[in-house]
Nanobody, 126 residues
Framework: QVQLQESGGGSVQSGGSLRLSCVASGNTSSSYCMAWFRQTPGKERAGVASIDSDNRINYAHSVKGRFTVARDNARKTLYLQMNGLKPEDTAMYLC????????????????????WGQGTQVTVSS
């Protein structure tokens, strides 16, 4: 089983930047689809960005042009570069790993993923 650990969250002013990392350990494979989700109290978990084993990428409309997702298979690390942060980006950001589920449910659906990290908090102030 794969364990995922996020880091890089914190507090930043509106317009600032953060870079999140997710390091995988255990029985890892580059064949998995990886994704970032975010959630806030009272809201459902929402897909932010995904990247599969062929580097095919999907972004939520709300972050397109501001966020960039990438993966380094050699380092078993998933990244999310977040620029131009807005208060509405405030959330707990979680790293997720899935297999073939993305082809069934869609790459930004939480049902496509079976392994989750604990999350890292991002807070953007006005």
């Amino acid at each position: 089983q794969v364990q995922l650990q996020e880091s890089g969250g914190g507090s930043v002013q509106s317009g600032g930047s953060l870079r999140l990392s997710c390091v995988a350990s255990g029985n890892t494979s580059s064949s998995y689809c990886m994704a970032w989700f975010r959630q806030t109290p009272g809201k459902e978990r929402a897909g932010v960005a995904s990247i599969d084993s062929d580097n095919r990428i999907n972004y939520a409309h709300s972050v397109k042009g501001r966020f960039t997702v990438a993966r380094d298979n050699a380092r078993k690390t998933l990244y999310l570069q977040m620029n131009g942060l807005k208060p509405e980006d405030t959330a707990m950001y979680l790293c997720a790993q899935g297999g073939q589920g993305a082809s069934i449910y869609g790459p930004l659906s939480e049902f496509a993923y079976t392994n989750w990290g604990q999350g890292t908090q991002v807070t953007v102030s006005s």
